[in-house]
């Protein structure tokens, strides 16, 4: 199902989303990913490396540079 912005997922849940335009993102201020809860968020450039893998409790995450994929699963606890 999509997510609409501001949505939340249920514990357990998977989402990914993937950025267009990471080839040429390099620069500039960073996009942020709320966090409301806990999740573990893993972000991917796009050559498959793991740009962050993190475990998030009501924070924020800014997002690498050339990030392509960013995936988000709620905490199931």
């Known amino acids: 199902r999509a997510l609409a912005p501001g949505g ?12 267009p335009d990471a080839a040429i993102d390099v620069g500039g201020a960073r996009p942020q990913l709320a966090i409301d809860g806990a999740a573990r968020v893993v972000m991917l450039k796009g050559n498959g490396a793991v740009a962050l893998d993190t475990r998030v409790d009501d924070d924020h995450v800014t997002v690498p540079p050339c990030t392509a994929i ?8």
Do not use: F, K
């Open 8 to 19: 939340r997922i249920r514990p357990g849940d998977v989402v990914s989303m993937r950025a």
């Open 70 to 77: 960013i995936a988000v699963q709620a905490d199931g606890g």
